[in-house]
């Protein structure tokens, strides 16, 4: 139990364009989802906290016209690249989660993004 | 605020010997702690998690972690390592302050097996 899909695991897009990831909680409803970037050989670094139905809320210096996140179900968060640059290229992963139940944290696959 | 803190960077063993690698936290609350394993472009793995039962957790793998309150601790062990387990470790706390459950990372570990 307790699978999170991460889809797609990898995508190269043009300078300039928009990428979109995918985050589903297969077998659970998620309160709450956390997307995340990790640089290489680096921590991950928390980018935003989504909540069904409602507005994400950003870490400081995550520009949120840029990451765009959409929670609108228990199942589903996604994260839009808009308007991509080279230096937004990196690993990017979501998790899920059932609060206030200590649950654990499930992790999607991640995605590498590489923006040429 | 929480924090967790891993001491190493790298860990090197050789196949076989003993496993150790250690976290220390911060948490104004009682916390709930976990160890994640992450494998070269690869999500996070969830290897076992404490949540205020048992202070020795057993996960998968063969690894397990001793909650130690006395000394902030939560140090992930496993007695023979395989060289499978070359991965980055990270360990995690959560569950603090003000009701807050976002986690909070540690900067990982790399364990590095040799033959």
């Known amino acids: 139990g307790a699978v999170v899909s991460q889809h797609p695991s990898w995508v190269i897009c043009k300078s300039g364009t928009s990428v979109k990831i995918e985050c589903r909680s297969l077998?659970?409803?998620?309160?709450?989802m956390f997307w995340y970037r990790q640089f290489p050989k680096q921590s991950l670094m928390l980018m935003a906290t989504s909540n069904e139905g409602s507005k994400a809320t950003y870490e400081q210096g995550v520009e949120k016209d840029k990451f765009l996140i959409n929670h609108a179900s228990l199942t589903l968060s996604t994260l839009t690249v808009t308007s991509a640059h080279p230096e937004d290229s990196s690993f990017y992963i979501c998790?899920?989660?059932?609060?206030?139940?200590?649950?654990?944290?499930?992790f999607g696959s991640g995605t590498r993004l590489t923006v040429v | 605020a929480q924090s967790v803190t891993q001491l190493d960077s790298h860990v090197s063993v050789s196949e076989g010997t003993p496993v150790l690698l250690r976290c220390n936290y911060s948490s104004s609350y009682s916390p709930s702690l976990f160890w994640y394993v992450q494998h070269p472009n690869k999500g996070l793995q969830l290897l076992l998690k404490y949540t205020s039962a048992a202070t020795l957790v057993k996960g998968i793998n063969g690894f397990e972690a001793e909650f130690k309150k006395s000394e902030t601790s939560f140090h992930l062990t496993k007695p023979s390592a395989h060289m499978s387990d070359a991965a980055e470790y990270f360990c995690v706390v959560s569950g603090g302050e003000g009701g807050s459950y976002i986690p909070t990372f540690g900067r990982g570990t790399s364990l590095i097996v040799h033959p």
């Open positions: 998790s899920a989660s059932v609060l206030s139940t200590n649950y654990g944290y499930t």
């Open positions: 077998d659970f409803q998620a309160t709450t």
